[in-house]
């Protein structure tokens, strides 16, 4: 069996590989192996930080219970920091006590910082404080300067939203929309009851607002995407995602890594780090997934919430299709996982931990330190163009779902004008200028696709004057699709041949002749337009992408289908992934790249690069995979938006990813 530590030795003993150019400047990959984390405690590439909510402090006043799970954890798991609550459903926790338990984490060198969680009860539905109330108003300003009293940097739980519609707020709120009337509210609470007043107290607090997982409705509940960054110090990322079917919000897994793009490019260099918790897992690799994808969008702290859940013993859960494959979490080698060198196990006696069966703290340390032997290797993640202002609502996650299909999303707040191919959803829509936008990013030679969602909602502000579409209320379910275009060109892929069940699309008119179908949804030998193409000015492409009701469908479209719309989505890519869905596609700007499955089964899929690069290698076994150079006939003219690749074949264990950086052409 090879060991976490033989992973990392292996790392070291891979030979230096050099970089070839993929058509633009980047810093070149790190050719220098990344030694293991020092024993007494550090990784290399990001923090460790623990959350304890107000409720566990309060039982540290017995000092052994704080010395006995700390025992547990620090042997599991290599710990930088832990925000330490001081309030949480109005229990506020005793100065005295504060200060002893900041001091007994001093001792053992791990730095601490103030938490604080504005949650109101609610019997799991989230009551917030309600912030035109007095009484209400005093007590969070309280609780920001008890906390400030103890630490310069405190952290606000993602509750500091209001869900109240209280008289006061009624009456408050006047004729504005509750959406417009929380905005202004929870600002004026951010700046007035929270950062001023912790201010007040200790001129050196900084405040970080931590942002939940449900970013699509921020606005709506007062969360300020805007005005909020300038508020606060930082922001930090609620990237907990969970299992996709089992909780009340259905997030897909890429969430976890596309949610730390986003906030990194409304608050570049101030996104503190993400944040995930041990909740509704139904395998163990689901909770591995989460920190992976979150470290994998180079974030710089990974808070793990909370302290009692790290003590408890992990559950394989339903992993049974898998668990003899060689995936990149395995529950065998967790079980010998130690980050000591001495290979000292953790105490047996606390929370129901043995040696069968290993702490979360234990599946945490082993998770992060598999990533953490080759993330100073990759350079800065890189992905599709996509735009969402930030009170934007409309085609809710959708980035996600693409994520899920290999298209690797790069989402920012403001146009992205720099990007040679930028993807809009429905979400663009409340840029009241986004049609000149995308005019004058069609004219420069570039290309934009936009959903179909959006351009309905576009239809009457000028979006026709680009090509006449005419959205309909009508529907199709389709039993197959077609690709490619021109007479004899057409693929036709029935729905028979694959066994994938019906998908229901809305239905588009168009002008023959002034767009055309590269993509096709069939009924019952009829074609309704998928993606729709025209040329605007004199280079530019514009392309209407219409997608399915559901989302998830997106899945059940066959590789076929997906490989047509890479065709023109990633276009100038540098690496693109094709194979069957749920398998992700993480990039970066020096030639690295991941490729992650959570599919249940070994997957097969298509790597394909530009440039001269003919070899790539992965970075965690050393093995050299060597290309199949780019075909030197002629493309079908209907197939012409096909770029010429350099294609690898590989395989992708069940849940588990790898990673790959491309070489040099062989010279010798």
Same mark, same amino acid.
């Given at each position: ?13 891979? !030979? ?7 058509g ?9 192996? /990344?030694?293991?984390?020092p ?63 900041k ?132 922001v ?20 976890s ?7 990194e490019?409304?608050?570049? !260099?101030?996104?503190?780090?993400g ?21 994998f969008?180079?974030?710089?702290? %990974? ?11 992990? /559950? ?18 967790? %079980? ?67 994520? %899920? ?39 420069a ?50 729905n ?32 309704f ?7 605007y ?10 997608l ?20 023109? /989505?990633?276009?100038?890519?540098p ?94």
């Amino acid at each position: 069996m090879i060991t976490v530590a033989a992973r990392r030795l292996l790392l070291v003993a891979l !030979s230096v590989v050099l970089t070839v150019s993929l058509g633009r400047t980047a810093p070149a990959a790190s050719n220098s192996p /990344v030694s293991p984390s020092p024993a007494a405690g550090r990784y290399q590439n990001f923090n460790v930080a623990i959350y304890i909510p107000v409720g566990l402090v309060r039982r540290f006043t017995e000092p052994a219970v704080l010395e006995r799970e700390w025992a547990v954890i620090s042997r599991d798991l290599r710990v930088d920091k832990v925000y330490i609550e001081t309030q949480r459903d109005r229990v506020l926790a005793d100065e005295a006590l504060l200060e002893r338990v900041k001091a007994f984490f001093a001792t053992h060198g791990v730095a601490t910082a103030g938490g604080i969680t504005f949650s109101d009860g609610g019997g799991g539905q989230f009551r917030s404080f309600c912030y035109t109330d007095p009484a209400d108003r005093a007590f969070v300003r309280q609780a920001m300067e008890l906390t400030a009293r103890h630490f310069d940097e405190i952290i606000l739980d993602d509750f500091f939203f209001v869900t109240t519609k209280y008289p006061s707020d009624i009456e408050a709120k006047g004729s504005r929309s509750w959406t417009q009337f929380r905005l202004e509210l929870m600002n004026e609470a951010g700046r007035e009851l929270v950062v001023r007043p912790a201010k007040a107290v200790n001129p050196r607090a900084r405040v970080i607002i931590k942002y939940p997982n449900w970013y699509e409705h921020f606005a709506g509940l007062g969360f300020d995407l805007q005005e909020g960054p300038r508020i606060y110090d930082g922001v930090y990322t609620g990237t907990e995602t969970r299992d996709p079917q089992t909780t009340d919000q259905f997030l897909q897994q890429y969430e976890s890594y596309q949610i730390v793009r986003y906030l990194e490019n409304i608050a570049p !260099s101030r996104n503190g780090g993400g944040w995930v918790d041990t909740f509704n897992l139904e395998y163990v690799d689901r909770y591995a997934e989460q920190l992976w994808n979150t470290v994998f969008a180079k974030a710089r702290e %990974m808070t793990l919430f909370n302290w009692a859940a790290l003590l408890q013993p992990a /559950v394989a859960g339903q992993r049974a299709g898998w668990a003899g494959a060689r995936t990149s979490f395995r529950w065998e080698e967790l %079980m010998a996982y130690r980050p000591k060198p001495d290979g000292t196990a953790a105490p047996a006696a606390v929370a129901g931990v043995t040696s069968a069966a290993p702490s979360m703290a234990r599946v945490a340390g082993y998770s992060l330190d598999l990533v953490d032997a080759f993330l100073g290797r990759l350079g800065q993640p890189i992905g599709i163009a996509s735009y969402r202002p930030p009170h934007a609502t409309g085609d809710d996650f959708l980035h996600n779902y693409l994520g %899920m299909i290999g298209l690797p999303i790069e989402l920012y707040p403001t146009f992205p004008d720099q990007a040679p191919v930028v993807l809009l959803t429905e979400a663009a829509r409340s840029d009241p200028d986004l049609v000149a936008k995308i005019k004058r990013h069609l004219l420069a030679g570039k290309s934009v696709i936009v959903t179909a969602s959006l351009y309905r909602a576009l239809h009457g502000r000028g979006i026709e004057e680009i090509v006449e579409i005419e959205p309909t209320d009508k529907r199709i379910l389709s039993d197959g699709f077609s690709t490619g275009y021109g007479a004899g060109e057409r693929v036709v892929h029935p729905n028979a041949a694959t066994g994938a069940p019906p998908i229901l699309f809305p239905q588009l008119r168009f002008l023959t002749n002034d767009a055309w179908a590269l993509v096709s949804a069939m009924s019952d030998g009829a074609g309704f337009p998928l993606l729709l193409m025209d040329r605007y000015g004199k280079d530019g492409t514009f392309y209407v992408w219409n997608l399915p009701d559901n989302f998830r469908h997106l899945y059940r479209l066959p590789p076929a289908v997906t490989q047509a719309v890479k065709d023109v /989505v990633m276009r100038g890519f540098p690496v693109r992934l094709d194979g069957p869905s749920e398998v992700a596609l993480f990039a970066y700007d020096n030639h690295t790249f991941i490729v992650e499955s959570y599919r249940a089964a070994e997957t097969a899929v298509k790597l394909g690069t530009l440039g001269a690069g003919r070899r790539i290698r992965d970075l965690v076994s050393g093995e050299v995979i060597t290309g199949t150079p780019p075909p030197t006939t002629r493309t079908p003219w209907g197939q012409q938006a096909r770029e010429p690749r350099t294609t690898f074949d590989v395989t992708v264990p069940p849940h588990s990813f790898r990673v790959f950086q491309l070489e040099a052409v062989d010279r010798d």
